[in-house]
């Protein structure tokens, strides 16, 4: 059985390519720093969908209590990493927000392009 290469290699390009152009304005960190909670997002995505995987004998309401848990889990870490940028570290919201948003675009690109 060949082993996939789950390394999010597009989305690690993008981010790196987003903190770059913002850094030539002072706002690297912010971009970097949204880039990095898209980067965690996705591998908390990877850790709950192995989990699933491994558990595939589970009766579909606890496979959908685990697919809303995921989600709710996500989605807080997500706002309150963003609102920690913004309102504790003060970084710049357009770079914070954009290097967040390419950085789950490119996500995507890296789960077709994987398949």
Aim: proline letters at 1%; zero cysteines.
């Amino acid at each position: 059985m060949a082993v996939k290469n789950s390394l999010p290699k597009v989305q690690l390009l993008v981010i790196l390519a987003v903190a770059a152009y913002f850094y030539a304005i002072g706002a690297g960190f912010a971009a970097l720093y949204g880039g990095a909670v898209s980067l965690l997002n996705t591998l908390l995505i990877n850790r709950h969908t192995n989990t699933q995987k491994a558990n595939a004998n589970i009766s579909a309401q606890a496979g959908l209590k685990m697919l809303f848990i995921s989600v709710i889990m996500r989605m807080t870490m997500v706002i309150g990493l963003i609102l920690m940028g913004y309102f504790v570290l003060k970084l710049n919201s357009a770079a914070l927000i954009i290097g967040l948003i390419l950085g789950l675009i490119s996500f995507l690109m890296d789960k077709v392009l994987q398949k």
